[in-house]
C-alpha cells in the first residue's frame, strides 16, 4: 500500500485514526478529497473510465451522469441496519441491535482486506453551514468514486471541513466499503456513543452516503438527545406573503410521501403574490434559540431526491435543480443520452435502456425506472432556494407537521390541542410502506415522527426528549397532522396534492399566526367551513369532503390498532402518551353511542 504524500492534514486523531483503517482495509491508494471542482472533473472522469458513471447528453444535461446500481443493491436495508449500544434496551425494540464488540468483530473481518486492488477515498464533510456553532464533521472513508462524488453533492466536502475540524478529535468516524456487494455480507451499523458508523457491501443511497441518515439522523438523534436538541427526518420550508412577512415550517414525512414536493412547492395562481422557497427538503436540526423560539438548519447541502412522479408540473423547482451537475441513479436511458421515468412530462420514448441496463421497450410491464431511481442535485440549483439556507444560527420554525401515506381514515389536516397531543399525534403516525426501503410496498406501518428507521436510540426515550422539550421551548411551533393520500374506494387520491397542499399550508400559517379560528372536533383541531382557500381547486367538492371527513368509526379502529404499536414499546411508552390515546379512544366510543 502507499499512503498519499499529500496529506492535508497533521490532525493526530484523524491520521491516526485513518491509517488504521487503511491497515484493516488494505487499498492500494489513499485519496483524500478536497473538495475542489479541479478534483470533481478528475474523479467524474476516472468514473467514467471505470464505467460507473455513463455521461448524459453533455448539451442538454451539462455536467449530469447516469449510474446504475448493483440490482441487488437499490434502497435502505432496514432489516440490515443496527444499532450497536452497550445494551440491548438502548436501542429498544424497534431498532436491530448488535453488541459493539460484537458487531467491530464481525464488519472487522469483512473490511479485512476488502479494499484491495482499490483506492479508499477520504471524504471529509461538514454537515450544517460551515460556520454554524450547531454543524458537524464527519469524515467518511470509502472505496466507492460514486459515494465520493454524491458526498460532494449531498454534504459541504472537501478542505472547508478539515479547516472547521483543526486538531479536534471531534468527528464522526464513517468507515464504508462496498465489498462484494452482497446482501448476504451487507452491514449498516452505528456505534452511537463512539460516533462511529461502518457500513459495508452496498452502494446505494442512505446505506452508502454516511453523512446523511447515518449521521444526521441515528447518530444526531442520540446526541441531541444528550444535548437538549432536535434531530429530525423534516424538511423546512420558507413561506413568504404577499405582505414580505416570512414564516417557516418543518415538516416530517416517511420516505417518499412527499417531503422534496412540499419544500420546493409552487402555490396554485390564486395565492398571489406568495413565495415557497426551500430550506431542506430531508433533515432538520433544532436548537432552541435565545428568543424562546424552535430554530432550525438543514444539515445537507444537496437532494437525494425520488425521480418517478417528478415533472415540469408536479415539481418544477426539483426539475429546474437536476438541470446540471446532477448523478442519476437507477432511472431509465435514451441511446443518445437523454433520460426518462415514471411520471416524466412525455410519454415515453418506443425504446430505452432500463435501469438494469436492459433492452426495454414502449408497452413492457415492467417499470423502465426504478420505483426508488433517484437525483442527487446541489441545492444551489434550487431556484427556490431559500437565502437563509446558510445561515449559521437557521430559522424560527412556526408550525411543526407530522404526514403519513394513509389511503383512510387520517384526514387532510388537524391540528393538535396542545404539545402533548402534537408528540402524541407524531408518536402514533401510520404510513403506508414506499419503495425507499427493501421489503413489502404498500402496508401500514406506524412511522413515529417519520423515524422509525433513523432513530439512533429507544423510541420510548425519544418520545419522552420530545415531552421534555416543552419544557425548554418557551414559545413552542405549533403542531399539525396532514395526509394527502387519502383515496376514495376506487383507488383515487382525493386530494390533488403537490401545489395545492398550499391552501393547507396557508390554514397552519394563519393559525400559527393567530389569524385564523378552528373548529374544535374530538381529534383535534380543523379549518372551519371556508376557511381553507379553496378558490380555483380543480377537484370536485365531494372529494375535499371526502378527504377532509372524519369517520369516528374509522378512528375507533385506529385508535385500537394503536395498542399494539403501544404493547411493543412497553414499559417504556411515556405514560402521558399512552394517556392521550386513552382519552381520545374514550371520547369516541361515547360520541358513536351518542350518535
Ligand atoms: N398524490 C400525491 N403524491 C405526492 C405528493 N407529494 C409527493 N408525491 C409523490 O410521492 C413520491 C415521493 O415524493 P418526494 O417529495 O420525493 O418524497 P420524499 O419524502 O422527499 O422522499 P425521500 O427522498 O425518500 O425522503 C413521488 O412519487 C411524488 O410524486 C402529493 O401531494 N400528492
Ligand atoms: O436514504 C435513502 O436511501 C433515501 C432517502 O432519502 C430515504 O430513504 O428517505
Redesign the pocket.
Known sequence: MHTSSERPTTNAHLLGWVEEMAKLCKPDRVYWCDGSEAEKKRLTEEAVAAKVLIPLDQKKWPGCYYHHSNPNDVARVEHLTFICTPTKEDAGPTNNWMEPKEAYRKLGALYDGAMKGRTMYVVPYVMGPATSPFSKVGIEITDSVYVALNMGIMARMGKVALDRLGQSNEFNRGLHSVADCNPERRFICHFPQDNTIWSIGSGYGGNALLGKKCLALRIASYLAKNEGWLAE?M?ILEAESPTGEKQYVAAA????????????MIPPAVFKGWKIRTVG??ISWMRVGEDGRLWAVNPENG????A???NRK??PN?MDSVRKDTLFTNVARTADGDIWWE?WDTEAPPELTDWKGQHWKKGSPDKAAHP?S?FTAPAKNNPAISPSVDDPKGVPISAIIFGG?RSTTVPLVLEAFNWTHGVYLGATMGSET?A?ATGQVGVVRRDPMAMLPFCGYDAGSYFQHWLDMQTRIPHPPKVYMVN??RKSAEGK?L????G??MRVLKWMLDRAAGRVGAQETLLGNTPKAGDLDLTGLDAPKENVAAATKIDLGEWEQELESQAEWFDKLGKTLPKPIALQREMLLERVRSARKVK
Open positions: 427526518h424538511l414525512f416517511p420516505s417518499a410521501c412527499g417531503k422534496t414536493n412540499f419544500a420546493m427538503d430531508d437532494y437525494f431526491g425520488v418517478p412522479g417528478t408536479t415539481n426539483a411520471g426508488n433517484r401515506r414506499t425507499a394527502w393520500f387520491f386530494w390533488p396534492g403537490y395545492d397542499n
